[in-house]
């Protein structure tokens, strides 16, 4: 399955625009393979550095992570201030603490105008941005989390270190396998 739609600039990226490599994780706050992957991830682009493209897109998954779609939201609403990968980072370093004083308390703690993120999540400011994201996950075939796109294509194997950096160089010859 291809990445549909492909990045574009109302994606949450890090690294060049013109990167050798591209990595896209569909991640949701509350799941557990997602923290698991959270530290992988980190070292995948330590190492990779300039060569790497990383973005992610929210999938929560609803029915099974109650608190994964408003966690998302305040993701959104802290990108609003310029910080999306601080409150990414800081979610995913939680421990599960993903209720709605948290997740107000985190923006608090990164410096971001707390009050504007609790009023944006009562709301619902972004709701729309992060549906856009579920809805481009459903459409590139992506049913749980974490999933991977390695150079635009659904990555099937497994997800440790070695294995995401392994795949992401094979693409350097063509479309991954």
């Known amino acids: ?3 549909t739609p492909p990045l574009s600039a109302e994606d949450h990226v ?6 050798e490599l591209e990595l896209v994780v569909y991640g949701d706050f509350q799941c557990p393979y997602c923290t698991a992957a959270y530290p992988i991830l980190k070292r995948v682009r330590d ?12 999938f929560p998954l609803r029915e099974i992570h109650p ?4 966690a998302a939201e305040a ?3 802290a990108a609003a201030q310029g910080a999306f990968w601080q409150m990414h980072d800081r979610l995913y370093e939680s421990r599960g603490a993903l209720g709605r004083e948290d997740l107000i308390g985190y923006a608090g703690e990164l410096g971001l105008d707390a009050d504007r993120v609790a009023q944006e999540l009562d709301s619902g400011a972004h709701v729309e941005r992060v549906q856009r994201d579920l809805d481009g996950g459903s459409a590139s075939g992506i049913t749980g989390t974490p999933a991977f796109f390695v150079g635009g294509r659904l990555h099937r194997g497994s ?4 294995s995401l950096i392994t795949a992401l ?3 350097r010859g063509g479309p991954e396998a």
């Not at 890090?14 to 990167?19: C, F, L, N, Q, S």
């Not at 608190?67 to 408003?70: D, F, H, K, P, R």
């Not at 997800?159 to 070695?162: G, M, T, W, Y």
């Open 1 to 3: 399955m291809d990445l």
């Open 14 to 19: 890090e690294g060049p625009d013109r990167a």
């Open 47 to 58: 190492q990779l550095g300039p060569r790497l493209l990383f973005a992610f897109r929210h």
């Open 67 to 70: 608190a994964a779609e408003l």
């Open 75 to 77: 993701s959104e609403a």
């Open 159 to 162: 997800f440790d270190a070695s």
């Open 169 to 171: 160089e094979a693409t």
